[in-house]
């Protein structure tokens, strides 16, 4: 499985982007697969997953009400709407992905690829 995440930049708070990462050498409908950041000092934290069907999602607190994952298993990518963004969102933002489930925790995940990095300016 090779994911390649893609879409950060520098945007200013309450702007939004849209990531995305495409999956390839998969059959990436039979794969949970989830979004984590992580900051310059901080550990990598959960921000969002979603099911191999698209049907459940789930967010962390931080991201709840802000931001959408979603996915399209017929052009093997999964995508990260963020609206309202916050300075506090900074971080480089990884793709993972899960055989089966999508959960909270970024060491269920078996495959990730390289970040994209979110810059937030206040």
């Known amino acids: 499985v090779q994911l390649q995440a893609s879409g950060g930049g520098l945007v200013q708070a309450g702007d939004s982007l849209r990531l995305s990462c495409a999956a390839s050498r998969c059959t990436f409908s039979n794969y949970g697969m989830g979004w984590f950041r992580q900051a310059t000092g901080k550990e990598r934290e959960f921000v969002a997953a979603?099911?191999?069907?698209?049907?459940?999602?789930y967010y962390s607190d931080s991201a709840k009400g802000r931001f959408t994952i979603s996915r399209d298993n017929a052009r093997n990518t999964a995508y990260l709407q963020m609206n309202s963004l916050k300075p506090e969102d900074t971080a480089t933002y990884y793709c993972?992905?899960?055989?089966?489930?999508?959960?909270?925790?970024?060491?269920?995940?078996?495959?990730w690829g390289q970040g994209t990095q979110v810059t937030v300016s206040s």
């Open positions: 993972e992905a899960q055989t089966g489930l999508a959960t909270r925790s970024w060491s269920d995940y078996q495959y």
């Open positions: 979603v099911t191999w069907s698209g049907g459940s999602t």
